[in-house]
């Protein structure tokens, strides 16, 4: 019952921000940044390769609250890494 409420009290600070990102952001989303993604959350303990599919959503829900509380620290958006990308020829102003 415990982990289940910490993994509800995960999901709900995480999914509003997803959800604000998501309404932000228009473009799909581009392989690079999906890479940028899982490097950002196996460095913050999540292991896919891992094999262990009874934790699964509780290693995943708390690495990727890692990197919401660090993205919060730092002031920046969830989504990856959108800095120095190029698209159609522009660059990128962020």
Known sequence: MRKLLRAI?????????GAVFAQ???????????RAE???LERAGYNPSAGDDSHYPDQLLAA???VA??????????GGVSQGTTEAGATNSK
Not at 24 to 34: G, I, K, M
Request: no cysteine; net charge negative.
């Open 9 to 17: 009290a995960i999901a709900v600070t995480i999914v509003p921000s």
């Open 24 to 34: 932000a952001s228009q473009q799909p989303v581009t392989r690079e940044q999906v």
């Open 38 to 40: 899982l490097a950002e």
């Open 64 to 66: 990727e609250a890692k």
């Open 69 to 78: 509380a660090g993205h919060a620290a730092a002031g920046t958006a969830l």
